[in-house]
């Protein structure tokens, strides 16, 4: 794997913030393996190998927790034993979000997802020194789900008649209750002088194909909260970027695609800052944070 370097550039007048140990996550977005073949530029069964030269590396350079961004699978319930194999090879915490892909397995064992994912529960919150990590459940009201499946179908028809560009099956929605959820995270977070970072499979901002199906609800809701630094997501294998205020909006690029690349990244949070160093194909970035109130 070949790794672009990364030299950080000083901030005038930060010195304290910037010296300040960061969060160091590694992300790994959409493996998607599936012992099948390849299809346009998506290369299912050699995610398994990148997925491992890429979870080897971490190893090697420990940061506080890994983040999967979803979409573990392709398709079929088999395929869980042998991704969630390697997985066992990182050494450390993993942080991880449910994508569209988990669930195209066969309808009786949707409800089986989240336990061979080993996830507690559908969304969660991490604290960490000065921060939190929300994890959100962005494929909560969807047609391949059979929660809500009724409401979804209505939603996703009414964005087709707006015509908007996210109006697609594989997408989702947030539903009530965990919005409500999120707005109690990141009140929780102001009172305690937290800076946030919000994960997802899907997307928010900028507007996308990609995107949830409340995106514009959830960047409403943001935008309220100056301590959320930034949204990471994966979905869109090609990545993405925008920044509306105070909050980044980072999608990854997606490992299945290509024979060889294996596109991951480390992000330092900083206080002042978000440093994302690219390995292979994932660009490096470097993201100034607004200060929270």
Same mark, same amino acid.
């Given at each position: 794997m070949t790794r672009r370097t990364f030299l950080p550039l000083p901030l005038a007048g930060t010195a304290a913030a910037g010296s300040a140990r960061p969060l160091t996550l590694g992300i790994l977005a959409?493996?998607?393996?599936?012992?099948?073949?390849?299809?346009?530029?998506?290369?299912?069964?050699?995610?398994?190998?990148?997925?491992?030269?890429?979870?080897?590396?971490?190893?090697?350079?420990?940061?506080?927790?890994?983040?999967?961004?979803?979409?573990?699978?392709?398709?079929?319930?088999?395929?869980?034993?042998?991704?969630?194999?390697?997985?066992?090879?990182?050494?450390?915490?993993?942080?991880?979000?449910?994508?569209?892909?988990?669930?195209?397995?066969?309808?009786?064992?949707?409800?089986?997802?989240?336990?061979?994912?080993?996830?507690?529960?559908?969304?969660?919150?991490?604290?960490?020194?000065?921060?939190?990590?929300?994890?959100?459940?962005?494929?909560? /009201?969807? %047609?391949?789900?059979?929660?809500?499946?009724?409401? &979804? !179908?209505?939603?996703?028809? #009414?964005? +087709?008649?707006? *015509?908007?560009?996210?109006?697609?099956?594989?997408?989702?929605?947030?539903?009530?209750?965990?919005?409500?959820?999120?707005?109690?995270?990141?009140?929780?977070?102001?009172?305690?002088?937290?800076?946030?970072?919000?994960?997802?499979?899907?997307?928010?901002?900028?507007?996308?194909?990609?995107?949830?199906?409340?995106?514009?609800?959830?960047?409403?809701?943001?935008?309220?909260?100056?301590?959320?630094?930034?949204?990471?997501?994966?979905?869109?294998?090609?990545?993405?970027?925008?920044?509306?205020?105070?909050?980044?909006?980072?999608?990854?690029?997606?490992? /299945?695609? %290509?024979?060889?690349?294996?596109?991951?990244?480390? &992000? !330092?949070?900083?206080?002042? #800052?978000? +440093?994302?160093? *690219?390995?292979?194909?994932?660009?490096?970035?470097?993201?100034?944070?607004?200060?929270?109130?």
């Amino acid at each position: 794997m070949t790794r672009r370097t990364f030299l950080p550039l000083p901030l005038a007048g930060t010195a304290a913030a910037g010296s300040a140990r960061p969060l160091t996550l590694g992300i790994l977005a959409d493996p998607q393996y599936a012992d099948k073949d390849v299809w346009k530029q998506r290369h299912y069964r050699a995610s398994l190998d990148k997925l491992r030269r890429a979870i080897r590396r971490l190893n090697e350079l420990e940061p506080d927790a890994v983040l999967t961004l979803g979409d573990f699978i392709d398709e079929d319930f088999a395929s869980f034993a042998p991704v969630m194999k390697v997985y066992g090879e990182l050494r450390g915490r993993h942080l991880k979000v449910v994508g569209n892909h988990d669930f195209s397995v066969d309808e009786e064992r949707k409800d089986e997802v989240f336990d061979a994912l080993s996830m507690v529960a559908p969304h969660a919150s991490h604290e960490f020194d000065g921060w939190r990590v929300v994890l959100l459940d962005g494929t909560e /009201v969807s %047609t391949y789900r059979p929660r809500d499946a009724e409401t &979804a !179908r209505e939603w996703l028809g #009414r964005l +087709e008649r707006e *015509g908007r560009p996210q109006a697609q099956p594989w997408n989702s929605a947030i539903g009530r209750a965990q919005l409500a959820w999120l707005e109690e995270q990141l009140q929780a977070a102001t009172d305690a002088r937290q800076r946030v970072l919000v994960a997802c499979h899907l997307p928010v901002f900028p507007e996308d194909p990609h995107n949830l199906w409340n995106d514009r609800e959830l960047v409403a809701l943001v935008d309220r909260f100056p301590c959320v630094a930034a949204w990471f997501a994966g979905h869109n294998h090609a990545g993405h970027y925008g920044r509306r205020g105070h909050c980044h909006y980072l999608t990854f690029q997606g490992m /299945v695609e %290509t024979a060889d690349h294996a596109p991951f990244a480390v &992000a !330092r949070l900083f206080p002042d #800052r978000i +440093e994302i160093d *690219g390995f292979d194909t994932e660009p490096d970035r470097r993201l100034p944070a607004a200060t929270p109130r």
